[in-house]
């Protein structure tokens, strides 16, 4: 359950996004997730994760090479 004031460990809410450690830092840093440093130690508020209705990291994936070839000169990857 999504409930406001429960926090888990910053490597379990990297597990409960399927991503990083440090894509949950830089989500922190963005103010994309809520949470707060103890003793050097960071956690995660459960109610601002994708489980309370936030797209995960992966959803944003793009699809083709990625590289930015653009239109006219491709690399033939999409």
Excluded: Y
Aim: aromatic share 4%; with cysteine.
């Amino acid at each position: 359950m999504c409930t406001s004031g429960t926090t888990v460990p910053i490597a379990e809410a990297a597990a409960l996004l399927a991503t990083t450690e440090t894509r949950v830092l830089m989500m922190l840093k963005k103010n994309e997730l809520q949470g707060n440093q103890v003793d050097g130690d960071w956690f995660v508020d459960k109610a601002s994760l994708q489980l309370c209705g936030k797209p995960k990291p992966s959803d944003f994936r793009k699809t083709g090479c990625g590289g930015g070839c653009g239109s006219g000169g491709g690399c033939g990857g999409h």
